[in-house]
């Protein structure tokens, strides 16, 4: 199922108030860990897998990428990404992920940021990705943690008094379907285990650089006293892996 949430004048409407939304790459949690897995990015071509409001391929410009091309379902999300943009060498496509067919080796790079959970097939990614990247090139993205995604009830167990007493998990072994709430009801997101994503990205020929299970940045801690609950329990699951090069 290909879902648009972000098209829903609702859902759009309280996205757009996140902290991420409103600050960008310094206001998400995971960045500080996520930008030091993105290699160098000097003349490389770079595709962003569900770029949203297009900080990313902004971001991968700033590097002095030499091209950027960012995929988005959502035309609220591509609106806004062109509003923000003025870069030739940046082009945005209205496109599923699960739909994107770019040349072979076409890519540098590709990244990706909190959209694969939404993907029923993370392989068919794996093998796409693989494809269209050239031998040597990398692969980097983040995902919400399985243990975040394994209850289709994603949030805390609290006591009577509302404290937040722990994170359960449940289903995690039972992979699939979570429909659950984010911003809006009735939103569906796709539950896999660490080690499908890991056997996945081997599985299409891709060698592991680094796994990551972030937590905020000191400065978010300090400053946010919600944000300290986060280092209770993973929120993000971040990957860097690398097309083996056949020669090598």
Known sequence: MKQNKYDDSKFFSAYKEMPRSIKGLEGAGEWHV????????????????????GWHCRFAREQHASSVIGVDISENMLQRAREQTD??????????????????????????SLAF???????????????????????????????????????????????????????????????????????????????????????????????KEPMPSDEMLKNNEVMKDEKRRPMFLIISAVKENPSS
């Open 117 to 211: 959970h939404y993907i029923e097939s993370f392989e068919v990614i794996c093998k796409k990705v693989h494809d269209c990247l050239k031998p040597g090139g990398a692969f980097v993205f983040s995902v919400e943690h399985p243990i975040f995604t394994s209850r289709n009830e994603q949030d805390w167990y609290l006591d009577d008094q509302g404290n937040r007493l722990h994170w359960p998990v449940d289903n995690y072994q039972s992979e699939g379907v979570r429909e659950t709430t984010f911003l809006t009801e009735n939103v569906i997101k796709y539950h896999r285990t660490i080690s499908t994503y890991i056997n996945d990205l081997i599985g299409a020929g891709f060698a592991l650089k680094a796994i």
């Open 34 to 53: 996520f930008k030091k897995l993105i290699p160098n990015l000097k003349d490389k071509s770079v595709l962003d897998l569900g770029c949203g409001f």
């Open 87 to 112: 870069d030739p060498a940046i082009s945005y496509l209205k496109l599923p992920i699960e739909d994107i067919e770019f040349s072979k080796s076409q890519f540098d790079v590709v990244i990706s």
